[in-house]
């Protein structure tokens, strides 16, 4: 049975998505309850399991890296699927993965330096599971869109710009210092700039000015909140789109789409054998099915096609294992 959330506790996620670090005072001015109020409510969701995390979204692009995703169907051997996940959660460079039902049971997103680096990468994950590895594929990224939690207030009118990263490389070069800071923030986005500072050996001040700096610089996109979405009666389905073409009028009619959504949480723009990938919460998937209905009416002629997965995991381990790199 799914948990039931108030109106307060929907509008106080919705608000964590958009910047997990915004005081308890401000959120309580948005909510119109006293900052008492809102901490109790933060900390029995998190109790409950329903926030599973503040956490920290980086953009390796604007640390000189590019994006990839690789795609895999796997042979029916539990044991080996099992040490599958495993070996990609540890591999160099792992951004993302989930694991899915549908047309594919995993994929990942990765950085590298360059193509021979994602190559390299590439070609060891095939060879060390060859045995499991039934059908694969791979993407470049283009760019990402990401979007607050807005299918937790459908009601409001508020529809923010998302947050892009992917495409542009820059190459920033974070310190050791720099490190440290986003490996703790990657995992708990809402810690105290004292506590901050004591955990990684500097001061108040100037860990405050390291975060001002790789947020201007996009190293550092947005603090957001991961929610238990299956424990509040959600689904996370994407779908893989396939186009005749896709003029530029079409795309930014889809962009904009997807702005209005409030079910759409990402749009990823890439090269690869499909063209955009849509994730959506829903209820359940006639609701999903309603949803891809009314997407195929107002892009009839430019669709050509779509396959769909059904996410059963969501894995952000970018702070766990990307920032031990040089």
Same mark, same amino acid.
Request: hydrophobic share 40%; glycine share 4%.
């Given at each position: ?23 308890d005072?401000?959120?309580g001015?948005?909510?119109?309850r *006293? ?8 900390m ?10 503040f ?15 690789m795609?895999?169907? %796997?042979?029916?051997? =539990?044991?080996? !699927? ?11 460079? /792992? ?17 590298? !330096? ?30 990402? !869109?990401?979007? =607050? ?24 070069? =974070?310190?050791e %210092? ?11 986005? !809402? ?8 955990k990684?050996g ?16 996009g ?12 424990? %509040? ?12 073409? %896709? ?7 889809? /962009? ?5 959504? =409030? ?8 090269l *690869?054998?499909?063209?955009?990938e ?10 999903f ?21 059904f ?11 990307g920032?031990?790199?040089?």
């Open positions: 049975m799914a948990y039931k959330l108030d109106k307060i506790n929907r509008r106080l996620l919705y608000e964590l998505d958009k910047n997990a670090r915004v005081s005072s401000r959120l001015r948005i909510v119109r *006293s900052r008492e109020s809102v901490r109790l409510r933060i029995k969701m998190q109790k409950e399991g329903i926030i599973q995390e956490s920290t979204s980086i953009n390796p692009g604007k640390m000189g890296y590019m994006g990839f995703k795609y895999f169907q %796997l042979a029916n051997i =539990p044991d080996e !699927r099992k040490k599958f996940h495993d070996y990609i959660r540890k591999l160099p460079g /792992i951004y993302w993965f989930g694991e899915n039902d549908g047309v594919w049971d995993l994929h990942a997103t990765f950085y590298a !330096r360059d193509v021979e680096e994602f190559n390299a990468l590439k070609n060891k994950v095939y060879t060390d599971f060859r045995h499991l590895i039934i059908k694969r594929d791979i993407g470049v990224l283009v760019n990402v !869109r990401q979007y =607050p939690k807005r299918y937790l207030v459908p009601e409001l009118k508020e529809r923010p710009e998302p947050t892009m990263f992917a495409g542009e490389v820059v190459e920033n070069k =974070p310190d %210092l720099d490190k440290k800071i986003l490996r703790i923030l990657a995992r708990d986005a !809402r810690i105290p700039i004292v506590e901050l500072a004591r990684t500097s001061t108040a001040d100037i860990v405050r000015n390291r975060m001002k700096k790789m947020e201007k610089d190293v550092i996109m947005q603090y957001r909140v991961a929610v238990d979405h299956m424990k %509040l009666g959600y689904e996370m389905f994407k779908t893989f789109v396939y186009f005749y073409n %896709l003029p530029e009028k079409d795309e930014q009619r889809l /962009i904009e789409y997807a702005r209005q959504s =409030p079910n759409i949480v990402y749009l990823v723009r890439q *690869s054998s499909w063209d955009i849509i994730e959506m919460m829903g209820k359940d998937y006639a609701e099915n309603e949803f891809m209905n009314e997407i195929r009416m107002k892009f009839a002629g430019v669709i050509r096609n779509y396959e769909v997965a996410m059963k995991d969501d894995n952000w381990v970018f702070g766990e294992r920032l031990t790199r040089s």
